[in-house]
């Protein structure tokens, strides 16, 4: 068995997913966290593995960039191999003064410039949201760990270039912790087929203060958010 974009063998995910846009992200958090680790699929080199961690099976996948990127390896896990739980672990430009790099974001909600949403529900307002027991697991691991992750609403937007010079002082208005590429249609899939997201994200840029992190900043922050995904992944 495999799909149009994925190579694995039906039973080869576990039943949560970690997705990193970067496919060498999730070859490092297979390499790095992960025990028993079989590559099940390298379909363009979106590479996908499963493991176990504290010996239980999680699985992390690519998913590429933007939403229709996400939305083909989500349906494909989603409708052919039985995955119930994608957890996407990204990075995101921060929009608030009060937060900083290397901050983890959990994505409640997520608006978006796309319109992928609109055609799924006909031109009504989707609300798209993560899952509640998700972020619920999230957030319990964060605080059992020690952090304080921000729990707010994200802008996926379809243009790392923005066309709106005022989009960042609009968001910034209504409350966006961050931007990002794809969290508003991996939910918006996640309600159309009945099954369960939820987006988290590391700080590596901030829009407001112009601010970028060092490569060996983002490998330190981002071991937080894995390991924080980590922990309750094997709680679900
Ligand atoms: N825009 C869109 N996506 C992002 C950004 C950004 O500034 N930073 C990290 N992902």
Do not use: W
């Amino acid at each position: 068995m495999s799909t149009p974009h994925i190579s694995a063998s039906a039973g080869d995910y576990a039943k949560t997913v970690l997705m990193p846009g970067d496919p060498l992200r999730a070859k490092f958090v297979a390499e790095n966290y992960l025990d028993n680790v079989k590559e099940v699929t390298n379909v363009r080199s979106m590479l996908g593995y499963t493991g176990t961690y504290k010996g239980h099976p999680v699985s992390v996948q690519g998913s590429g960039m933007g939403i229709p990127s996400i939305q083909i390896y989500a349906t494909e896990l989603y409708n052919h191999y039985g995955v119930e739980n994608i957890i996407r672990i990204g990075s995101c430009g921060a929009l608030q003064d009060d937060i900083a790099l290397g901050d983890v974001v959990i994505a409640i909600g997520a608006g978006t410039d796309s319109m992928v949403n609109r055609h799924r529900f006909k031109g009504y307002d989707l609300a798209a949201t993560s899952d509640y027991g998700l972020l619920r697991a999230v957030v319990d691991s964060a605080e059992k760990l020690g952090k304080t992750p921000r729990v707010g609403t994200i802008f996926s937007t379809d243009f790392f270039y923005s066309v709106d010079t005022e989009q960042v002082a609009l968001l910034e208005k209504y409350q966006f912790a961050a931007i990002e590429m794809e969290a508003a249609g991996l939910y918006g899939l996640a309600a159309e087929l009945g099954k369960k997201a939820l987006a988290v994200c590391t700080v590596s840029d901030h829009l407001k203060k112009n601010q970028q992190m060092t490569p060996e900043e983002r490998q330190l922050s981002f071991d937080e958010m894995f390991t924080i995904v980590l922990d309750a992944a094997i709680t679900l």
